[in-house]
Protein backbone atom coordinates (compact mmCIF):
# COMPACT_ATOMS: atom_id res chain seq x y z
CA UNK A 1 0.00 0.00 0.00
CA UNK A 2 1.66 3.25 -0.65
CA UNK A 3 0.94 6.06 2.05
CA UNK A 4 0.80 9.37 1.38
CA UNK A 5 1.95 12.50 3.75
CA UNK A 6 1.26 16.48 2.67
CA UNK A 7 2.80 19.05 4.99
CA UNK A 8 3.28 22.97 3.93
CA UNK A 9 0.26 24.30 4.67
CA UNK A 10 -0.75 26.98 6.90
CA UNK A 11 -1.71 30.80 6.69
CA UNK A 12 -0.71 32.70 4.20
CA UNK A 13 -1.31 36.58 2.97
CA UNK A 14 -2.62 36.80 -0.82
CA UNK A 15 -0.18 37.66 -3.04
CA UNK A 16 2.33 35.23 -1.77
CA UNK A 17 3.96 31.85 -2.16
CA UNK A 18 3.42 28.49 -0.83
CA UNK A 19 5.36 25.18 -1.54
CA UNK A 20 3.34 21.76 -0.62
CA UNK A 21 5.24 18.79 -0.15
CA UNK A 22 3.39 15.04 -0.11
CA UNK A 23 5.88 12.28 0.86
CA UNK A 24 5.41 8.69 -0.61
CA UNK A 25 6.08 5.37 1.12
CA UNK A 26 5.39 1.80 0.30
CA UNK A 27 5.00 0.86 -3.80
CA UNK A 28 6.89 1.85 -6.61
CA UNK A 29 6.91 5.58 -6.37
CA UNK A 30 8.54 6.70 -9.96
CA UNK A 31 5.76 4.34 -11.50
CA UNK A 32 3.14 6.70 -9.91
CA UNK A 33 1.45 9.37 -11.79
CA UNK A 34 0.69 12.00 -8.86
CA UNK A 35 -2.13 14.83 -8.74
CA UNK A 36 -2.93 17.66 -6.02
CA UNK A 37 -6.48 18.92 -5.36
CA UNK A 38 -7.71 20.73 -3.01
CA UNK A 39 -11.34 20.64 -1.55
CA UNK A 40 -12.81 23.99 -0.16
CA UNK A 41 -15.36 24.13 2.80
CA UNK A 42 -18.96 22.94 0.68
CA UNK A 43 -17.37 22.76 -2.32
CA UNK A 44 -16.36 19.43 -4.08
CA UNK A 45 -12.71 18.05 -4.58
CA UNK A 46 -11.11 19.73 -7.34
CA UNK A 47 -8.50 18.90 -9.63
CA UNK A 48 -5.60 21.55 -9.36
CA UNK A 49 -2.35 19.55 -10.74
CA UNK A 50 -0.76 16.45 -11.82
CA UNK A 51 2.82 14.75 -12.97
CA UNK A 52 3.58 12.04 -15.02
CA UNK A 53 5.35 9.11 -13.68
CA UNK A 54 8.78 10.38 -15.48
CA UNK A 55 7.78 13.90 -14.29
CA UNK A 56 8.28 14.65 -18.19
CA UNK A 57 4.73 15.85 -18.38
CA UNK A 58 2.49 18.12 -16.18
CA UNK A 59 -0.93 19.54 -16.27
CA UNK A 60 -2.59 22.09 -14.78
CA UNK A 61 -6.30 23.59 -13.80
CA UNK A 62 -7.61 26.71 -15.44
CA UNK A 63 -7.54 28.22 -11.87
CA UNK A 64 -4.02 27.62 -10.94
CA UNK A 65 -2.08 27.71 -14.55
CA UNK A 66 0.62 30.02 -14.85
CA UNK A 67 0.86 30.50 -11.03
CA UNK A 68 0.94 26.98 -9.81
CA UNK A 69 4.26 24.58 -10.55
CA UNK A 70 4.55 20.82 -9.76
CA UNK A 71 7.27 18.88 -9.92
CA UNK A 72 8.69 15.50 -8.21
CA UNK A 73 11.99 13.87 -7.35
CA UNK A 74 11.46 9.91 -7.74
CA UNK A 75 14.55 9.56 -5.49
CA UNK A 76 13.08 11.25 -2.51
CA UNK A 77 9.98 9.41 -3.22
CA UNK A 78 8.61 13.54 -3.37
CA UNK A 79 6.06 15.62 -5.04
CA UNK A 80 5.98 19.29 -4.32
CA UNK A 81 3.58 21.75 -5.62
CA UNK A 82 4.09 25.66 -5.58
CA UNK A 83 1.57 28.11 -5.78
CA UNK A 84 2.60 31.84 -6.15
CA UNK A 85 0.31 34.65 -6.35
CA UNK A 86 -1.93 33.80 -3.81
CA UNK A 87 -5.73 34.53 -3.98
CA UNK A 88 -8.24 34.05 -0.91
CA UNK A 89 -10.15 31.67 -3.15
CA UNK A 90 -7.00 29.46 -3.27
CA UNK A 91 -8.31 28.62 0.45
CA UNK A 92 -8.65 24.67 0.95
CA UNK A 93 -7.17 21.69 2.16
CA UNK A 94 -4.71 20.40 -0.16
CA UNK A 95 -4.50 16.46 -0.88
CA UNK A 96 -2.04 15.00 -2.76
CA UNK A 97 -2.82 11.16 -4.43
CA UNK A 98 -1.56 8.65 -6.82
CA UNK A 99 -2.36 6.63 -9.83
CA UNK A 100 -0.60 3.65 -10.14
CA UNK A 101 -1.85 2.92 -14.09
CA UNK A 102 0.36 4.62 -16.29
CA UNK A 103 -1.76 6.80 -17.93
CA UNK A 104 -1.59 10.88 -18.81
CA UNK A 105 -3.15 13.32 -18.08
CA UNK A 106 -5.35 12.09 -15.09
CA UNK A 107 -7.44 14.68 -13.02
CA UNK A 108 -10.96 12.81 -12.47
CA UNK A 109 -11.15 12.28 -8.78
CA UNK A 110 -11.86 8.52 -9.10
CA UNK A 111 -8.70 7.58 -11.07
CA UNK A 112 -6.54 8.11 -8.03
CA UNK A 113 -5.94 5.13 -5.86
CA UNK A 114 -4.09 6.60 -2.71
CA UNK A 115 -4.93 9.85 -1.04
CA UNK A 116 -3.03 11.66 2.01
CA UNK A 117 -4.67 13.17 4.85
CA UNK A 118 -4.55 16.23 3.60
CA UNK A 119 -2.77 20.02 4.66
CA UNK A 120 -5.39 23.43 5.07
CA UNK A 121 -3.84 26.59 3.33
CA UNK A 122 -5.44 29.99 4.21
CA UNK A 123 -5.20 32.82 2.19
CA UNK A 124 -5.87 35.82 3.77
CA UNK A 125 -6.88 39.00 2.17
Known amino acids: QVQLLESGGGLVQAGTSLRLSCAAS????????MGWYRQAPGKEREFVAA????????DYADSVKGRATVSRDNAKNTVLLQISSLKPEDTAVYYCAADSVRHFPVELVEEYEYWGQGTQVTVSS
Open 26 to 33: GGTFSTYT
Open 51 to 58: ISWSGKST
